[in-house]
């Protein structure tokens, strides 16, 4: 087992990837220790405009490896390989963040796959494969997970429960050898505090808290009715190291929530809207938006305050590479 900070404490969880995937206190001196005790700095990070990635899926279906209903996290561990090739072409592509596949690596949204005792090793096995496709650049890995898909104001679950099962996946993250979490694709704000909690609980890496805004008049609140505001209220409150929105709309609705949210918090936005909105045919669906239409939206979300963006889905790596050309050389 490995034993994590208590409250208060400084975690030593090295920022360096490690694609050992196992922490290592023991043998390291002088400026080794310090570098593995420095916590990536966001603010300072995203001071340039930073390009993150599409996602796993989309790539995963289009290649014929991922059947529509089929966990594409238990390809963490049944095929590494073509999991490793899709997170290496967002590298390639030319992104400076790219995530991890482990969108439901917990116990909730693996328990239909009868997954469930796997969702820390799952979890791992996702940041060691990210690790090992950043190898040689400069690409930063974050450690995502999404929502439980249960209701939590309405008491569906036991609030520990939850805890507890995002506090297993994000342990298996950090020892994977992620240098930042993400929580994405969240309806309700209470579910984001508590994932915020329960990585809190396993590390002091830095937070992004990312919603998906999708519903009401101007489309710019969640399915719960939470708004960019809130998300920056309890972002300032709980210490998330940034706010983001991403999934539900296309990036010309994304510049709005965007704006919302920078009139609304200083720290840096993550923003990866879809490839515009699904489109349903013959029991498939699809999202329309090519990557020069998507790329086209990359000005306006920067003028509105974005500071890390990519795309969500039906997001690959053209569109990456398109939003890349945009924003310009890497930054440092
Ligand atoms: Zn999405």
């Known amino acids: 087992m490995h034993r994590f900070p208590a409250a208060g404490e400084t975690s030593r969880w090295p920022v360096a990837c490690r694609c050992d995937g196992r922490p290592n206190r023991q043998g390291r001196t002088g400026l080794q220790e310090e570098m593995n005790t420095m916590t990536l700095d ?10 993150t990635d599409g996602v796993f899926g989309t790539v995963l279906q289009e290649q014929g490896l991922l059947a529509p209903g ?49 969702a820390g090793e799952l979890a791992e096995a996702a940041a060691r494969i990210a690790c090992k496709a950043v190898e040689g650049s400069e690409t ?22 939850i805890e507890a099962a ?51 008049p101007d489309k710019t609140a969640t399915m719960m009715g939470n708004t960019p505001a809130d998300l920056s209220a309890l972002a300032a409150t709980h210490g998330a ?14 510049v709005k929530i965007t704006e919302l949210l920078r009139a609304t918090t200083d720290l840096p936005i993550w923003i990866k809207p879809n490839a515009g909105l699904p489109e349903f045919k013959d029991g498939v ?16 979300l920067i003028d509105a305050g974005a500071n890390f963006i990519g795309g969500c889905c039906g997001c690959g790596p053209e569109h990456i590479r398109k939003i890349r050309d945009v924003v310009g050389a890497r930054g440092q």
């Open 42 to 51: 966001l603010k300072t990070y995203a001071k340039q405009v930073r390009v």
């Open 241 to 254: 190291a940034a706010v983001g929105a991403n999934c539900g709309v296309g990036p010309d609705v994304a």
């Open 166 to 216: 995002f506090a297993e996946t994000a342990s298996g993250l950090v020892a994977g050898g992620a240098q930042a979490i993400v929580l994405e694709t969240f309806n309700e704000l209470t579910e984001v505090y508590l994932a915020l909690k329960a990585v809190r609980s396993v590390c002091d890496l830095p937070v992004i808290v990312s919603m998906a805004f999708a519903y009401g």
């Open 70 to 118: 089929r966990c594409a996290e238990a390809l963490n561990s049944e095929n590494p390989v073509a999991v490793g090739l899709v997170a290496h072409s967002y590298v390639q592509a030319g992104a400076d963040v790219i995530m991890t596949n482990s969108l439901m690596a917990h116990r909730f949204g693996l328990e239909p796959y009868d997954l469930e005792e796997q």
């Open 285 to 300: 669906t699809s999202f329309p938006m090519g990557p020069d239409e998507f790329a086209s939206y990359v000005q306006p």
């Open 140 to 161: 930063k890995v974050f450690g995502s997970f999404g929502p439980t898909g249960k209701i939590v104001m309405t008491c569906e679950m036991e609030s520990g429960e």
